[in-house]
């Protein structure tokens, strides 16, 4: 699944072609994709200038002078392709300006989009109870501590709640908790202040560095340019198992599952 960083470089290319904008057509390759696409979404965006692209968590948000704005989900391989030189059968939805062509390409249709009231956009259902933005202001020392004060269950596992902090993905997680030398099993409840204070900066650190290298291009994820990205070329734990620690040099990096998912961590530096 696209993460943070890969949403991130793909709002960034878009926004340096489709910013200010007109589209002036729009079309639909199917019905759906995971979801069916919003009743009126051609008529809305038709005639639309785009005032803005952002992003929030793994979400890309696309603002109209309308008033509206159109949420995209990449889901497991969705991608947008700028000016494509020969049509796919897996561009369900199109966007044309006077300039360019904007496919949202996905094979596997685990992709979504949707269509909402600018004002209403944070009281849409996946952003309602949504935590701050791992990249804002917002993001503190202070939140995070009440965030997770007595919880019992893994840090690891709660900077994957979106409640906590929105957009970390595991790859993002693993690798922070390791800059910040926290161990991934320890409770929340129990990473105090001083590991708090290491780990925001450590988060911040990895996502822009990230972002920097156009993502991790794990499996198919392309930039809008067709780029892919390579922060995976800088991973120090994740998909490492039993490989030397590159931060220590001496602990072996070992791999656990914690909800359902794999963790990487060095035994040695995280404590």
């Given at each position: 699944m696209p993460e943070l960083p890969e949403v991130e470089t793909t709002v960034r290319g878009l926004a340096r072609v489709l910013e200010g904008k007109r589209i002036e057509r729009v079309t639909l390759g199917r019905p759906d994709m995971r979801f069916p696409f919003p009743d009126g979404l051609r008529q809305a965006l038709t005639g639309a200038r785009v005032t803005g692209l952002t992003r929030r968590a793994k979400y890309g948000l696309i603002d109209t002078d309308r008033a509206q704005t159109m949420i995209f989900h990449l889901g497991m391989s969705g991608r947008w392709r700028i000016d494509p030189d020969t049509p796919d059968r897996h561009d369900h939805l199109l966007l044309e300006t006077a300039d360019h062509r904007f496919a949202l390409n996905d094979p596997r249709r685990f992709g979504y989009v949707d269509l909402v009231e600018?004002?209403?956009?944070?009281?849409?259902?996946?952003?309602?109870?949504?935590?701050?933005?791992?990249?804002?202001?917002?993001?503190?020392?202070?939140?995070?501590?009440?965030?997770?004060?007595?919880?019992?269950?893994?840090?690891?596992?709660?900077?994957?709640?979106?409640?906590?902090?929105?957009?970390?993905?595991?790859?993002?997680?693993?690798?922070?908790?390791?800059?910040?030398?926290?161990?991934?099993?320890?409770?929340?409840?129990?990473?105090?202040?001083?590991?708090?204070?290491?780990?925001?900066?450590?988060?911040?650190?990895?996502?822009?560095?990230?972002?920097?290298?156009?993502?991790?291009?794990?499996?198919?994820?392309?930039?809008?340019?067709?780029?892919?990205?390579?922060?995976?070329?800088?991973?120090?734990?994740?998909?490492?198992?039993?490989?030397?620690?590159?931060?220590?040099?001496?602990?072996?990096?070992?791999?656990?599952?914690?909800?359902?998912?794999?963790?990487?961590?060095?035994?040695?530096?995280?404590?």
């Open positions: 600018t004002a209403a956009l944070d009281s849409w259902p996946a952003f309602a109870a949504m935590g701050p933005e791992p990249l804002g202001d917002a993001l503190t020392t202070e939140h995070l501590r009440a965030a997770i004060k007595g919880r019992k269950q893994a840090i690891k596992l709660l900077l994957l709640d979106q409640h906590v902090v929105a957009g970390l993905g595991n790859i993002y997680v693993c690798e922070a908790l390791h800059r910040a030398g926290i161990h991934p099993r320890q409770a929340g409840g129990r990473v105090y202040r001083p590991a708090l204070e290491r780990l925001i900066p450590a988060i911040r650190e990895v996502l822009e560095q990230s972002i920097r290298d156009g993502g991790s291009t794990l499996r198919d994820y392309a930039a809008p340019s067709g780029e892919l990205g390579y922060f995976a070329t800088r991973f120090l734990v994740y998909g490492r198992e039993g490989e030397k620690c590159l931060t220590c040099g001496e602990g072996e990096i070992r791999r656990i599952v914690q909800g359902g998912r794999s963790t990487w961590f060095c035994g040695n530096c995280q404590t």
